[in-house]
């Protein structure tokens, strides 16, 4: 049986239809037709492709690193769906590989119990960092890659990792290939490489980076960097925290002017909602302090923002419309990680699950 709702504006990825009844039947989208009157349907100012956050770390109550399990997992889903994010790539930070290896195991069976829910992968955020850069990332388990180590990642995750964030100038040349190879999307951060380790790293087959700025080697007129390398390769894709605190509205600027349709948004928040105050696992610890988690070393322990803030955040302090904004939330970053296939795009043949918004920007929905 199909069914109909009516949306005075329809962000398809790619342009912004008026006045639209969208068809839909067996959770797939049939068709898109123009009509001056809502028919008495279910009637939404706004409504997109579902919002994807490529990178987060926790929900309302558990943080998966610290608790890798299908809790979290759904913990974190659950928690993103009432912010108005339908798809999420729960985020496993710098550990042990035993860990690693209990992540990606329950991300599998989650998947596999739960076939339609939004959990597209697994985003693995090191432990082949630099440990310069690693940012609120415990040095005891920050490490160089061995062969033995990435082989048992690969070999283990390579139906869920979709996405790995490693420091290339870490890694052999070979590494990166085998990484490459195995199909798991590869992005640079928490990386000290020079413009020249990014470019290398960029020409082998990397054409993202984790959190724009963010623990990173900067740009320098002298020793550009890999934000440097960023903004001057083409075909690197470059998401921001867009929160005012981890990434200045200014710089956020500078960003857009230099990336244009690659920059894209994430909301890497460390719990959703603000709902945990103090956190703590091992020696990693955070505390909410004026809206932002920051741990006992004054570093930044991620965000607190839901990718909806985001997207309100690039249209009010970055000046971004509102229609690269919902772009930047849901194609952009399915393109980043070879999903935009399957998800990011509202038309004829992808997935009806959708995000409504009002005009302020200010209450998201999924709705499906």
């Known amino acids: 049986m199909s069914n109909q709702i009516f949306a005075e504006k329809v962000y398809t990825g790619y342009e912004v239809l008026h006045n639209q009844i969208i068809t839909f039947e067996n959770q797939e989208i049939t068709s898109l ?5 809502d028919l008495g349907l279910r009637h939404f100012q706004n409504i997109s492709a579902g919002l994807f956050d490529i990178h987060i770390n926790g929900g309302e109550q558990f943080h998966f690193t610290e608790k890798a399990d299908e809790e979290t997992i759904d913990d974190i889903y659950q928690s993103s ?9 729960p985020t496993l930070i710098t550990s042990s590989l035993e860990n690693i290896l209990k992540g990606i195991t329950a991300i599998r069976t989650y998947q596999r119990k739960n076939p339609g829910s939004g959990v597209l992968g697994m985003h693995l955020e090191g432990p082949f960092l630099n440990p310069v850069k690693r940012g609120a990332h415990l040095t005891e388990y920050v490490r160089k890659p061995t062969d033995t180590e990435l082989e048992a990642i690969i070999s283990h995750g390579r139906d869920v990792i979709k996405l790995i964030t490693i420091a290339p100038e870490m890694f052999s040349r070979e590494q990166i290939d085998t990484l490459i190879a195995s199909g798991i999307t590869v992005s640079a951060g928490h990386s000290n490489a020079t413009y020249e380790e990014s470019v290398r790293a960029f020409g082998q087959g990397i054409h993202l980076v984790t959190h724009l700025y963010n623990a990173m080697s900067p740009f320098g007129h002298r020793q550009p960097g890999l934000v440097g390398a960023t903004f001057d390769t083409d075909q690197v894709y470059a998401p921001i925290i867009s929160d005012g605190v981890h990434c200045d509205y200014a710089a956020a600027r500078i960003a857009y002017q230099a990336k244009k349709d690659k920059l894209f948004l994430i909301s890497d928040a460390l719990f959703v909602g603000e709902k945990v105050t103090e956190f703590k696992w091992g020696a990693f610890d955070a505390f909410l302090e004026n809206g932002q988690y920051n741990n006992s070393e004054g ?5 607190t923002i839901s990718l909806g803030d985001a997207v309100r955040n690039a249209v009010r302090g970055v000046g971004i419309s509102v229609q690269e904004a919902v772009e930047m939330a849901t194609v952009r970053p399915a393109k980043a990680v070879g999903l935009a296939d399957k998800v990011g795009t509202l038309a004829v043949g992808f997935p009806a699950v959708f995000t409504v918004f009002d005009d302020d920007l200010l209450n998201f929905e999924v709705i499906r």
């Open 33 to 37: 037709e123009p009509s001056e009157y």
């Open 81 to 89: 769906l009432k912010q108005g994010t339908a798809y999420v790539f």
């Open 299 to 303: 570093n930044l322990a991620g965000a």
